[in-house]
T-cell receptor, first 109, second 117 residues
């Protein structure tokens, strides 16, 4: 079966750095996405990785290791508005997105 | 980025009635649209994938006769929840994308919160 694992919840302090991990086992791999979802709202796109390595975009970076079936999302200089759920999703061999359950990130002042 | 709209943003209906939710891609043509359902504190659950001009592909466990999907044009897909029951109360989100073999980002609508009383 296909499976994506993320921690259920994480807590971090405003101004700090947090890393949200995602491991996956899917039938094929055609890219990994990270989305942010605030409560009661639809997800918004954060990043896309298809090759190994680190993709940096402002305060957010995403890393991928295809051999390990592993990715992480790194958030720097945390702000209160970063409190949200972060969803990891993998596109499988049929180009269908397989979604993780999401990681709820709580930012404390 | 591309914009996807949904209408209505929220709806309350009585048990046994039907509700139609519209999903529109405003500034691009979406060959593929996806319908998701999300219960509180749970992740997105894909309900069905629809391609313009053809029948939708439903995920296992989703009743196609209850959740009617029509994708009549490249900019509009509709989801009709027929004979709604309280357990159908959920957050319904559509997304649209252009089918490509490279990366393609799914653009999400703002969601529709359905409450069945």
């Amino acid at each position: 079966g296909q499976n994506i694992d993320q921690p259920t919840e994480m807590t971090a302090t405003e101004g700090a750095i947090v890393q949200i991990n995602c491991t996956y086992q899917t039938s094929g791999f055609n890219g990994l996405f990270w989305y942010q979802q605030h409560a009661g709202e639809a997800p918004t796109f954060l990043s896309y990785n298809v090759l190994d390595g680190l993709e940096e975009k402002g305060r957010f970076s995403s890393f991928l290791s295809r051999s390990k079936g592993y990715s992480y999302l790194l958030l720097k200089e945390l702000q209160m508005k970063d409190s949200a759920s972060y969803l990891c999703a993998v596109k499988d061999s049929n180009y269908q997105l397989i979604w993780g359950a999401g990681t709820k990130l709580i930012i404390k002042p | 980025g591309a914009v996807v709209s949904q209408h209505p943003s929220w709806v309350i209906c009585k048990s046994g009635t039907s509700v139609k939710i519209e999903c529109r891609s405003l500034d691009f043509q979406a060959t593929t649209m996806f319908w998701y359902r999300q219960f509180p504190k749970q992740s997105l659950m894909l309900m069905a994938t629809s391609n313009e001009g053809s029948k939708a592909t439903y995920e296992q466990g989703v009743e196609k006769d209850k959740f009617l999907i029509n994708h009549a044009s490249l900019t509009l897909s509709t989801l009709t929840v027929t004979s709604a029951h309280p357990e159908d109360s959920s957050f319904y989100i559509c997304s649209a994308g252009e089918l490509a073999f490279e990366s393609y980002e799914q653009y999400f609508g703002p969601g529709t919160r359905l409450t069945v009383t």
